[in-house]
């Protein structure tokens, strides 16, 4: 088997050294992106003069060759070459011959990598982010559906005031809409094409480093060559970002385990996102929700194994950068099928209404407005507060809630108390009052949900070509594909 650089060495390497040096296992994900890479750097050398027009048509089409048959699941990948740099050196020699070994003409490894793994970042960052948009899509068809859905809202997970569904999955919504906004950021810092920048120090030959980040999508070439080689950067902060997205779904996933037990009773999953247990014949489990909680851990750990690599790293590159991939794609595949999964899961389970509002009601979510009563009638909030926790006492004590009251017995803790306040302790004038910027009141939520329903456009274009309703353009790709 051909190595790219046997010709200082007089002894061959230990097997075991070559076990552990070599890295084609899992950097045979980044074939494509090192073909098309080679391709446009082959075009450039060409275009500059260094390769003679046949020569890099000779190339470009043994490249393709190669990525097809890789596509067909032709490509002979067992040889032991060292990484996927290697694999398609020598498998494009074997096909064209001598002039396959000018491909690495001004390039080297080092650049080489940081090129595919820079595309193959980008190619996944826009999957995620689609994704999310995709989650976005449904949490905001839920909103539209419950804004007359009341039901508790916790603090210390005990029922503190009234809100509707709709405004819980708000919630949701604005974490995941930064999210996005997130993934939107970091894709148009990183891509910048690192192609060109050599082993460290750039090259003696006339690249043009302008035209093959063009070629590529980027919006230029990056601007220091020993930078080039050993960043990272861009992905620690996709990493950081799919950590915030799990850390999302794990709280959102919690909730559904909770929601979705006997004692809440809130939501019902879909026996397609549920299993069984092989003992206990009458459960059925959320156990979609517990991995998604559970894998949560995996991805933080990602975070911190590349930033723990990254932190004494010397310039330019050092072969501890090859451990940037297997955690990465582990932690990309692990969040992006969370995603789609606890979407689908979502889409598919239906909510409790009439379980939420009685859950509401019996909680006194509704003490807080009937301070807010008295304050209406002149008394001052302290004593207010006072008086209705003396009443709520009592009405724990005999097992009802404080609308259940009749108006004699309320008087007898506050003369203030009228005939109006039967209304003003129903669920829905409780919610319906709350009518500040981002509250859960009717009025308030549908503002949100316009707001919301903007911003779903907007992450649209920008993301998902098959919804896109842009009929004018005639544009395949999602636009953030650059
Ligand atoms: N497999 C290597 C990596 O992932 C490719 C670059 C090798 N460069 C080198 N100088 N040995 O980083």
Same mark, same amino acid.
């Given at each position: 088997?051909?190595?790219?650089w046997?010709?200082?060495f007089?002894?061959?390497?230990?097997?075991?050294?070559?076990?552990?040096?070599?890295s084609?296992?899992?950097?045979?994900?980044?074939?494509?992106?090192?073909?098309?890479?080679?391709?446009?750097?082959?075009?450039m050398?060409?275009?500059?003069?260094?390769?003679?027009?046949?020569?890099?048509?000779?190339?470009?089409?043994?490249?393709?060759?190669?990525?097809?048959?890789?596509?067909?699941?032709?490509?002979?990948?067992?040889?032991?070459?060292?990484?996927? %740099?290697?694999?398609?050196? @020598?498998?494009l020699?074997?096909?064209?011959?001598?002039?396959?070994?000018?491909? %690495?003409t001004?390039?080297?490894?080092?650049?080489?990598?940081?090129?595919?793994?820079?595309?193959?970042?980008?190619?996944?960052?826009?999957e995620?982010?689609?994704?999310?948009?995709?989650?976005?899509?449904?949490?905001?068809s839920?909103?539209?559906?419950?804004?007359?859905?009341?039901m508790?809202?916790?603090?210390?997970?005990?029922?503190?005031?009234?809100v509707t569904?709709?405004?819980?999955?708000?919630a949701?919504?604005e974490?995941?809409?930064?999210? @996005?906004d997130?993934?939107?950021?970091?894709l148009?810092?990183?891509?910048?094409?690192?192609l060109? !920048?050599?082993?460290?120090?750039?090259?003696?030959?006339?690249?043009?480093?302008?035209?093959?980040?063009e070629?590529?999508?980027?919006?230029?070439?990056?601007a220091?060559?020993?930078?080039?080689?050993?960043?990272?950067?861009?992905?620690l902060?996709?990493?950081?970002?799919?950590?915030?997205?799990m850390?999302?779904l794990?709280?959102f996933?919690?909730?559904?385990?909770?929601w979705?037990?006997d004692?809440?009773?809130?939501?019902?999953?879909?026996?397609?996102?549920?299993?069984?247990?092989s003992?206990?014949?009458?459960?059925?489990?959320?156990?979609?929700?517990?991995?998604?909680?559970?894998?949560?851990?995996?991805v933080?750990?990602?975070?911190?194994?590349?930033?723990?690599?990254?932190?004494?790293?010397p310039?330019?590159?050092?072969k501890?950068?090859?451990?940037?991939?297997?955690?990465?794609?582990?932690?990309?595949?692990?969040?992006?099928?969370?995603?789609?999964?606890?979407?689908d899961?979502?889409d598919?389970?239906?909510?409790?209404?009439?379980?939420?509002?009685?859950?509401?009601?019996?909680?006194?979510t509704?003490?807080?407005?009937? +301070?807010?009563?008295?304050?209406?009638?002149?008394?001052?909030?302290?004593?207010? %507060?006072?008086?209705?926790?003396?009443?709520?006492?009592?009405?724990?004590?005999?097992?009802i809630?404080?609308?259940?009251?009749?108006?004699?017995?309320?008087?007898?803790?506050?003369?203030?108390?009228?005939?109006?306040?039967?209304?003003?302790?129903?669920?829905?004038?409780?919610v319906?009052?709350? +009518?500040t910027?981002g509250?859960?009141?009717?009025?308030a939520?549908?503002?949100?949900?316009k707001?919301?329903?903007?911003v779903? !456009?907007?992450?649209?274009?920008?993301?998902?070509?098959?919804d896109?309703?842009?009929?004018?353009?005639?544009?395949?790709?999602?636009e953030?594909i650059?």
């Open positions: 088997m051909a190595q790219l046997g010709g200082r007089t002894k061959e390497t230990d097997q075991r050294v070559k076990d552990f040096n070599d084609l296992r899992f950097d045979i994900r980044l074939l494509q992106e090192d073909i098309l890479g080679s391709m446009v750097h082959a075009g050398l060409a275009r500059v003069g260094v390769l003679t027009g046949e020569e890099a048509d000779a190339i470009i089409e043994g490249l393709c060759q190669i990525g097809e048959d890789a596509e067909n699941g032709k490509l002979d990948t067992s040889e032991g070459f060292e990484d996927v %740099h290697s694999l398609v050196e @020598a498998n020699i074997r096909r064209i011959g001598e002039t396959g070994k000018k491909l %690495h001004g390039r080297s490894r080092n650049d080489q990598v940081a090129l595919d793994m820079r595309l193959y970042t980008r190619r996944r960052m826009t995620t982010g689609q994704l999310v948009v995709r989650l976005l899509e449904t949490l905001l839920l909103m539209k559906e419950h804004t007359d859905t009341v508790p809202g916790f603090t210390h997970l005990q029922k503190a005031q009234p569904l709709a405004h819980h999955l708000g949701y919504f974490m995941f809409r930064r999210d @996005a997130r993934l939107t950021d970091g148009a810092r990183m891509n910048e094409c690192p060109g !920048a050599g082993a460290l120090a750039g090259t003696t030959y006339p690249l043009d480093r302008e035209y093959t980040a070629q590529l999508g980027f919006f230029g070439p990056t220091n060559s020993m930078d080039s080689v050993s960043d990272r950067d861009y992905l902060e996709y990493l950081f970002d799919l950590s915030v997205i850390m999302h794990s709280r996933s919690e909730e559904i385990i909770l979705n037990s004692e809440y009773r809130f939501i019902e999953l879909d026996d397609a996102f549920s299993t069984g247990s003992i206990m014949p009458q459960k059925k489990n959320p156990d979609i929700a517990e991995l998604v909680r559970g894998k949560t851990g995996r933080y750990g990602e975070l911190m194994a590349l930033l723990t690599v990254m932190k004494g790293l310039l330019a590159y050092n501890d950068l090859q451990e940037d991939k297997e955690g990465a794609f582990d932690a990309m595949d692990t969040a992006n099928t969370c995603l789609e999964l606890f979407t899961m979502l598919t389970a239906s909510f409790r209404k009439d379980v939420m509002e009685r859950s509401a009601k019996r909680g006194f509704n003490a807080t407005d009937a +301070a807010d009563y008295l304050v209406r009638k002149g008394v001052p909030f302290r004593d207010a %507060h006072g008086i209705i926790g003396r009443m709520v006492v009592e009405c724990i004590g005999r097992g809630g404080l609308e259940e009251m009749t108006l004699e017995e309320m008087q007898a803790f506050s003369p203030d108390f009228d005939r109006d306040i039967y209304k003003a302790l129903s669920m829905k004038v409780c319906d009052r709350r +009518a910027t509250a859960p009141g009717k009025a939520m549908e503002e949100e949900i707001h919301a329903e903007e779903l !456009a907007e992450l649209t274009d920008l993301y998902d070509f098959e896109s309703d842009d009929e004018d353009s005639d544009e395949e790709d999602p953030i650059f």
